[in-house]
DNA sequence: ATCGTCGTTTAGAAGATTCTGAACGAACTG
DNA sequence: CAGTTCGTTCAGAATCTTCTAAACGACGAT
């Protein structure tokens, strides 16, 4: 790995951990974004990055179920990893998922709040609606949206 | 506060935990949401939320900067606070910020990449592009689209 | 002026996360 | 079969975050 090599694998490690995930993660995932060939084993990623194989093992774990990378059919007894393409739309999309939670945490409170108080649940109706529509209407049409932006910005 | 309005809160706290703010955020946003008189003194919140003035103290202030809560103008000495309406939305606003960091280093990646790297420049171009829209399109976007579900929404 | 109350700051405790080395079982190699 | 290499798991270390108590300065009341 290159010194500019390193410095990308590490900044994408800073901005994974700015949305909540591992360093580690980000520095994987920077990694596999780069690297030649674009497949790498798991003994490979753990020299590369100079991080244990244990924390390689730990990591790529939710990265492949939160589809971020998959691993290779293979015969050999070596886990082959490769970035899935277009895999970060991922991140974006956990984070709106999670968004029900507060629908819910709103729904809970509009359920046990006493019905004179019209303010409070006015609020919590609004705070309900909106983490809806972050988890529902935002993130089923963001797909669509990023292909159209893609197309249009494609050259 | 009753039981039910503990509980609301705490829930609060936990879905602020899961979009990664401390919890602490999450029950003094959660209980501001709820209380009676929706305006509260630093000290009564910490009474109320049975945590130390000292954290109420240092977690307001990220509030009031993230703009989820705001003090009043007051002649006494007390600071009284309150949530500012529509305020949750800068939960996903400042989310979407951050990934500008991701699109400077996908940049970053795009300037130190060899140019026969197609296969890796295509990938990075990719995320540049997509932390882009999510930073830009989405970001700039949401309040107009939020303005028009809420209103479609309003019974 | 003295006292009580306000919010802030700081030092340290408590807790959670993240990383590593070592031990391990499985699978291939000679 | 013994030896090597693979990925996983577990216990503990290191680190970061979050919380509190205590000390503090500012302010107002008596």
């Known amino acids: 790995m290159t010194p500019e090599e ?36 798991l003994t490979e990623l753990a ?55 507060g629908a819910e945490a709103a729904e809970f409170g509009l359920s046990v709040l006493g019905e004179q108080r019209t303010q409070q649940r006015e609020r919590l109706a609004d705070l309900r609606d909106f983490c809806r529509f972050a988890a529902t209407e935002i993130g089923d049409d963001l797909m669509r949206r990023w292909a159209d932006y893609r197309a249009n910005n494609k050259e």
Chains 1, 2 share one sequence.
């Open 47 to 101: 020299t590369a990055l100079r991080v244990s194989k244990a924390s390689i093992s730990t990591m790529i774990r939710p990265m492949q179920e939160g589809e971020l990378v998959e691993r290779l059919p293979s015969a050999s007894r070596e886990h082959y990893y490769r970035v899935v393409p277009g895999g970060f739309t991922q991140l974006l999309q956990v984070q709106l998922t999670r968004m029900h939670a």
């Open 6 to 41: 390193a410095e990308l694998v590490d900044r994408i490690g800073l901005f994974m951990e700015t949305v909540g995930a591992p360093r580690t993660i980000g520095r994987i995932y920077g990694w596999l974004m780069v690297c030649d060939p674009p497949e790498q084993s």
